[in-house]
């Protein structure tokens, strides 16, 4: 079993890195129950990272969460918030230095979304200028425009929508800490993935230290720079990296947990900035003359061409056929097929294959963060990918048989 001390000690990647959250021996016991809820939970989250804990309902992970932001107090133990002893201290003064994230959000329904955002800096007693700036600023850094949505209210907004705001409204105060209890399970799988997609491009900007709660592996995998798995009572079975725990499980019961299809499930770990796209599919502008754009589709070796806006952002698949519609009279930005297979580097290999699999034109066409085209996946590209994971494993696996061999001479 990997725990969190031997992982301190012994994993080179977090050597040099400094601990922000340290979690020493919690314990909560209820009152008329025969063990522990959270039984011993030591762990460290080190600055910047996303730390998950995954395991199945009832091992302890929402209690887990809930002691650290002292909701429950805990039987015993020590919660420590940048080398500070937090165990004791005012819960109520934590919590303004730590966003909290859940799955309903946990907006007020009876105040705007500006007011909701705006909670924790009107407590900690900014001047309402600031406090508007940093409203306006967050729901642009959501994809809301302020103008549009400041003045609304929850009810009027989709749960894709409100979970937004509820991750805005945890950034308001610019905590160091982010706690995220299945900030994504009520939602449906498309927004999901869009709004995980979204936080992990926030991520990159603004590098707080969470810890995020789930059951659901694919999305560990996915959102974790390490994973916690948990057995019952928070007890920890494998506190790793992705790669380790989908490589190198630790027990059968860590194995079990993450199930079978590893090589696929290795897609969540590949981003799309990180791989070689395709680059050579034909594009022309939208309101470019039909003949230039048959002899740009003619002089490659695509069978449809990429219109794309005034603004580079994709439009339409077009064909020859679509082309010959344009020369009899049919509207160039109307003919062909409308381009729905679309994700942004950030995204992972394994969106990138959902998306390619709806795609009406056999790949995926990634787009920068303002909507404009970068390139193409195509199942090569995410076949190559593949390849490569499985060659790396079975050279892991060998390596690992090989180090387990007695040397020659010795006793066998």
Known sequence: MTTTDTLTQADPARSGAKPMIELVGLTKRFPGTAEAAVDGLTLTVDEGEITVLVGPSGCGKTTSMELINRLIEPTSGRILIDGKDMTHTNPDELRRHIGYVIQETGLLPHRTIAQNVGTVPK???????????????????????????RGRYPKELSGGQRQRVGVARALAADPPV?????????IDPITRERLQNEFLRLQQQVRK????????IDEALKMGDRIAVLRNQSHIAQYDTPENLLTSPADDYVSDFIGTGASLKRLNLSRVRDIEMATDAPTASVSAPVAEVRAALLASSWTSLLLLDAAGRPARWVTSRDLARADQGAVLAEVGLPVEAIVEPHATLADALDELIASNVGCTVVVDG???????????????VVRTVRDEYERFHLAQKLAQQPADGQAR
């Open 123 to 149: 407590l900690l007693g900014w001047d309402k200028a600031r406090i508007a700036a940093r409203v306006d600023e967050l729901l642009e850094m959501v994809g809301m425009d302020p103008a549009t949505y």
């Open 209 to 216: 230290t969470i810890i995020f709660v789930t059951h659901d």
């Open 370 to 384: 303002s909507g404009a085209y970068q390139g193409i996946v195509d199942l090569e590209t995410i076949m190559t």
């Open 178 to 186: 982010m706690l995220m209890d299945e900030p994504f399970g009520a």
